[in-house]
Each structure stands twice: as structure tokens, then as C-alpha cells.
């Protein structure tokens, strides 16, 4: 591979021969025309604001307009693109490469109606590329300092009259949705970025995530694996084609009525999903002409419509920290762990997306299918919508689906799925009825015992069916494995010293020891190998959306707050319960060396126990992401959505400082 720097010499990086004043002005003329100023503005205005309409008129905006409303677009856009698609830099995923064409067809409508656009940016990391490095320890920690950003671009913008978000992974659109629901008192619109398309004879951007590990258990020859890699994403933008956090977190952005209706799960570069900016742009000027405040839109009842939706899509268990942050930025009291298990026994499975099956569409037929408003329709019939609540389109969320049930454009993109590519999109997005005949279940499980007495979680649709008893209990006891690095935990599967019967045990991967990174290369890894399925894995970090298997994480306490699961050691029995229709589920200590006794039994060793002298922060966690850690703890730690509540940060300063009010 050549050398990038082989060509350059020295004078051409310091260039003081050239002729430096070819070209050079030192004076311009400046805009033509005038400011629109009253003597009213003169007497009464700030500085800032006069001096803001110098700055629109200096970027070349007509002066004689600059009386007009002014609206803020923002993006987490990422890269350099060329006029014709070609990068001229990288951005760090497909998810932001091309939200900047929405920005662009969102401000030209605003600007044709008569508006003054501004354009705002805070790009935004990839989970999928940071899985297995330092980069992870600084995912979920982002999300919080990019609300922050975000946030803040809004409030320095005094004369704005709406705020339109547009956003698309797993991070970005979390913050974006977190920096709007901080602005309840503005009209404020929020653009899903879309998906990116199934490349033809491909794998799926999740299941790529494991050629290495197929590499090295011998499923896969080099070049297969290079290839494989090379081709699995289908068009060059938007999130991934899984039901991950990115595509979960664009469907509790419409569920919330922050996004139009039918506009989650776009494929991103694809004329519908251009039209889906022009028509938010429209929707915006109309919440602000009518006085639709974000506040009148994000209510309790709209997040419980979210958590309804989410549970009857089966989405990433990641939204279970995004949802009460986002209830937090929006001043609305934060969802319990009761209020998740009352959401997910009352509402059903209906969606068959990737990676849960039990066919596995991709995203993009499940937008075809009726995306959002069509499970919505089934989640009506069974009174289990708030329909009353507020859309960005204006119009409560009944009305919304009075016309969806009827409209041109749900019956032609049923059409074309059944036409284009074979399925019948009632196989997609199902009844309660047909979901229930083919054994689809809850969403989410939250295990509880003596290794997780704060509680824990599972994505109970993740687990393989056949591991699953015909009373629907997933029943499993076995030996611990414990790591503390998730590392050694994927050098181990790669080795195979991880056998079918053991329960994987990483430790000390939480927010204080990792910044709660996710681990999703360790559970992708074990779904596609042939014992994976009957291999747990017990961890205070979290899962990627496209994790599977029976997964459970976010335990707490974590090991390095003195959590109980810090207390394991090799070959303890551990015994899992999980039951997938009734959500009921426990995870315990049972006995040690093999043993295996009962939960009381697992407690008594528990107690006599210190924690293991091996636990330890990973000494390459960067200070701003303990510092997180520090502050999301005193927020109600990870089961409250790892938010900054500055009233408890602040209180704790006092308590222990004496002084800070």
C-alpha cells in the first residue's frame, strides 16, 4: 500500500515561496440594501438581535427579508460529500452521510414559505464501529453531551420560532430528541434519518458484525469473510437494516408524535423519504401558526403510547435508558420498572423484524408493511392508545390513524411489498391473534434475585425459540464463566473455551467501570455459532438492539458499586428463569463448584463473600466518562436513564461540600 506522504515535500507545506498576494482583497463592498429596521426594534431590541440580522445579511440572506421568521434545522449530518454522492471525507457511519440532503429539502420548503431557515450540526459516533474498543466507553456518555450541544445551538438562537431535528442512530437521535424535549415551550418537529437498504445477496449490517469470530470456529475462508464485509450495506445511507437502538429509536420518536406519521424506517436517498422533510417543514410553520407548543405534544400519555409501541415491536432494550431520559429533558416524571412490565404484559409482539424473527424482515419492508401507524391500528383495537394525544402533524393521533386506515399511500405500499418482494405484509406487521399463533411474545423481561437486587433486563423475544420449554419458561442452570474485560470474554468464544451449558459472566463493564459500554460482538458472535444459543450471558453493561439470546444486562447493582454479581467466581451455579408469556423472570446464585443447591443456599455464600479482588475500572476509561458515570449516578443511575438531574447533583454538592446552593 503506498504511502499517502510519499509525494509531499516540505515547501509545499509551508508554501513561502509562492506568490501569496495573487488574488488577495483586503476590502469588499459589502450587501446591497438595507436592514428592515423600525425605530421600535432600534429602542427595544438587544444588541444581539440587531447585530444577528448584520450577520444574515453578511452570509448573503436578501436584508429586505430579514423580518421573517426564523427556523433552526439541526442535524447530527456527518462527512463531506460531492455534488454527485462521492466522499471527499468520511463520515462515521451511513446513518448521518445523507441527512444533510433532508436538511437541504427541509430549509428550501421553508424558505419557499416564506420563512428564514438556519442549519445547525453535532455529528454523532457509531456504535457498530466503536463494538470491542476504547471508542465504546464514550457511546453512551455522548448522548447526554450531544443533548447538551444541542441544546444549547437552540437557546443561542434568541429570535428562533421552531426547531427541527434530524437525526437517525443509535446516540444521535436519542440526543436529538432529549436537546427538543428540553424546548417544550417552542413548536418543534423531529425528521427520522431513515434506513439504509438490504444489499442483494448480502448479510444484514448486523450479522457482518461477526465475521471474525466465524473466521476463527472455521464458518467462514477469508475471502468469503472479505466479501461478506465488503458488501452489507445496500445504499450509502441511513441506520441499519435491524430493528437496533437506531430503528427502535426512530420508532418511539413517531410514537411520541415528535415525527410525522409513517415517517420512521424511510430508506434513506429514496424520493419518499425526501418528501418526508418538505412535508415536516410544512408541519412546522403550521405548529407555530396554531400554537403547538413540544409541551402540548410530549405528555405522560404520549410516552406511555411510546412504551406501548416499542413493546409491540420488540425494539433494543437501549430504549429503556432513553425513554425516561427523554422524560426527563421534557420535565415529565421518568418510567419505572413497573410501569415496563405493565406495558409489556398488556401489550403484545406484533412486529417480525430483524434480528428477532421469527422470519426477520429487514426495516425497510417493515415501513412498507404500514411502519408505526400500522401497528398502531392493532394496538387501538385492543385500547391500548391514548388517542387523544397530540401529532407534530397537528391533529390527535386518532384522527392521524382514521386516515392512515383509509389512505392511498398505505394500500400502495402494502401493494408493492406483496408485489416487489413476496410478502404479504400481514407476515410482517401481524394481528394479536396471528402474532400469538406463531409464537411471538413480549417484549422485555426484568430479572430479578440475589445477583441483581436493583433489578436487571432481558429481550425475552430474543431468546431462540427452541431453547424455550412448550410452557414458554426459559429454564437454564449452569457454570459461570466471569470476565471482566469484554476482550478476554470475545478472545475466549474466538478460542472456544466457551462451551454449550455455561453462563458467560463480564463484569465490571458498567458506567463506572466502562462508561456502560455495549457488548453487542460478544451476543452476535454467540447467535451465529451453532452452540450460541445455549450459552447465557449475565453483565452490568448493556446490549446493541441487534443483540439475541439470553442476554441480561443493565444488572445492578454493578459489580464496582458493590453489586453482587462482583461476588462471582468460576464455576458457581447459575440458574435463570425467564417466563416469556407471563414476564415473570429471576437470576440467582445457586451453589458453587458445580453444585447446584437453591436461591436461598446462593444467598447464604453470597453474604459471606467479599467482592473479588480483581474488580477494577478499566484503566483506559477517559476521565469526562467517569465523570458521567459520577453524575448520571447521582440521577437515579442507569434505571433512570443515566441523565444529569442537576437538582440532586447540586443537592449532593451542598450535603457534602457545605457551601454550593
Known sequence: MPSPTRDIDQESILGFSGDASAGLATHADGPAGSLPLTEQMLLNWASGDLFGMTQNAGMGWNPAELGRKEFLVLSTSGGLRADDGTPIALGYH????????????????????????????????????????????????????????????????????????????????????????GMNELPCILVPGGVTLPAEGAEDAGKVQTIGVRFAHGKLTLQEASDLGCRACGTPGGGCQFLGTAATSQVVCEALGLSLPHSALAPSGQPIWLDMAVRSARALLNLESKRINLGKILTPESLQNAMAVHAAFGGSTNLLLHIPAIAHSAGLPRPTVDDWIEINRKVPRLVDALPNGPVGHPTVQVFLAGGVPEVMLHLRERGLLHEECLTSSGEPLGHVLDAWATSRRRGELRAALLEREGVDPDNVIMSPASARSRGLTSTVCFPRGNLAPEGSVIKSTAIDPTAVDADGIYRKTGPARVFTTERATIAAIKAGKIKAGDVVVLICRGPMGAGMEEIAQITIALRHLDFGKHVAVLTDARFSGVSTGACIGHIGPEALAGGSIGKVLDGDMIRILIDCNNLGASVDLVGEAGEAIDAAHGSYILSKRQSRPDLHADARLPADTRLWAALQNVSGGTWGGCVYDADAICKRLAETSGGLK
Open 94 to 181: 451511513t446513518g448521518h452521510w445523507e441527512v444533510g440532503l433532508l436538511m437541504q429539502a427541509a430549509a428550501r420548503e421553508l424558505k419557499r414559505l416564506g420563512a428564514i431557515p438556519f442549519a445547525g450540526f453535532c455529528t454523532d459516533p457509531c456504535d457498530g464501529r466503536t463494538q470491542g474498543t476504547t471508542g465504546m466507553m464514550d457511546s453512551l456518555a455522548y448522548r447526554n453531551d450531544a443533548a447538551t450541544v444541542l441544546r444549547r445551538l437552540i437557546r443561542s438562537l434568541p429570535r428562533r420560532s421552531g426547531v427541527m431535528g434530524i437525526a437517525t442512530c443509535d446516540k444521535g437521535l436519542p440526543a436529538m430528541m432529549m436537546a427538543l424535549a
